[in-house]
């Protein structure tokens, strides 16, 4: 199991110290206008991600019953666009080198913490041993967005991404199997993977790569996880801040990898910047 496994596990077991990370509401912060335009007056979507639907794959909406909420309770989720592959190390330079705001030397604190772009040599370079398509990572929820956002798209939602990522190579919802649940446990026990270059996996029924197997990955709404209240001091939602207390929710207790992706998402604050984590977009 790789160190950031390992950390979920713990991160869930004392959940409710990391739920106190959720008093940032990162839906009411501003995120800073991106750049419309290159140096030389390229269209910004040209030089950070095409949009065009060879880089996306369309996933049909319908319903699924999600990790957390009763069993019998399932939920719509209408048809988007999925990035193929997590954002790259490649495309998210192009994107700093137009917004001169997230660059590492100029972002924020509240919207980045001292382990942006970790590993870069500068402003403008990537780290000696970086791979320009291994997914970025050590960026936080903000830059995720801004960046989602400076091409027209969204980061997707927890619904979307679970949505998604239930799939397995040919079947659209593939959790009852033992093979999908091994394959992403398989992956836990692996070293560190954010350093590999993106398809790294085998495209999944809708074709989409790597939503196991390679980063975490934020989600629009990832501060919702598990909680309605904005602290423990939230007496009316102690139900679901306790890992013990917590499965009582879930829908599958013996979807041990679904556990530790709530965990995990459950404890980040939007300016962490997490060395196993990246991104990806959608779109309408």
């Given at each position: 199991m790789n160190n ?6 713990c991160?869930c077991a004392?959940?409710?110290?990391s739920?106190?990370?959720?008093t940032?509401?990162p839906?009411t912060l501003?995120i800073?206008?991106p750049?419309?335009s ?20 369309e996933?049909?909406g319908g319903s699924y ?11 719509m ?5 999925m990035?193929k592959?997590?954002v ?5 330079l ?8 997230w660059r590492?030397?100029?972002?924020k604190?509240?919207?980045?913490d ?19 398509d291994a997914p970025v ?6 830059a ?5 956002n ?5 980061l997707?939602?927890i619904?979307?991404?679970e949505?998604?990522?239930m799939a ?5 919802d593939?959790?009852t199997?033992?093979s ?8 836990y ?16 029924y ?7 197997g390679?980063?975490w990955?934020?989600t629009?709404d990832?501060?919702?996880v598990m909680?309605s209240?904005?602290?423990?001091r939230d007496?009316s939602t102690d ?6 207390s917590?499965?009582v ?6 979807n041990?990898?679904?556990?530790m ?6 404890s980040?604050?939007a300016?962490?910047?997490v060395?196993?984590q990246g991104?990806?977009c959608?779109?309408?």
């Amino acid at each position: 199991m790789n160190n950031l496994g390992f950390s979920a596990i713990c991160m869930c077991a004392s959940l409710v110290v990391s739920c106190s990370n959720l008093t940032l509401r990162p839906d009411t912060l501003p995120i800073e206008a991106p750049a419309t335009s290159g140096t030389g007056g390229e269209p910004l979507s040209i030089l950070v991600a095409p949009t065009d639907t060879t880089s996306m794959a369309e996933v049909k909406g319908g319903s699924y019953v999600p990790f957390y909420g009763k069993a019998d309770s399932s939920v719509m989720v209408k048809g988007f666009q999925m990035d193929k592959h997590p954002v790259t190390n490649r495309q998210f330079l192009a994107f700093v080198k137009l917004n001169p705001q997230w660059r590492r030397s100029a972002v924020k604190r509240i919207y980045a913490d001292g382990n942006y772009l970790a590993g870069w040599q500068n402003d403008s370079t990537l780290g000696h041993s970086m791979l320009e398509d291994a997914p970025v990572t050590n960026v936080s929820w903000f830059a995720a967005k801004a960046y989602c956002n400076a091409i027209g798209k969204t980061l997707p939602t927890i619904n979307q991404w679970e949505y998604a990522a239930m799939a397995d190579e040919t079947t659209r919802d593939a959790r009852t199997k033992a093979s999908y649940n091994q394959h992403i446990l398989s992956w836990y026990e692996k070293p560190n993977t954010s350093g590999l270059p993106v398809g790294h996996t085998t495209p999944n029924y809708w074709g989409i790569m790597d939503l196991h197997g390679l980063v975490w990955e934020w989600t629009e709404d990832f501060s919702e996880v598990m909680l309605s209240g904005e602290s423990r001091r939230d007496v009316s939602t102690d139900n679901s801040m306790f890992c013990g207390s917590g499965s009582v929710g879930a829908s599958d207790l013996m979807n041990y990898a679904a556990f530790m992706r709530f965990a995990f998402r459950g404890s980040l604050k939007a300016n962490y910047c997490v060395q196993n984590q990246g991104f990806r977009c959608v779109s309408k």
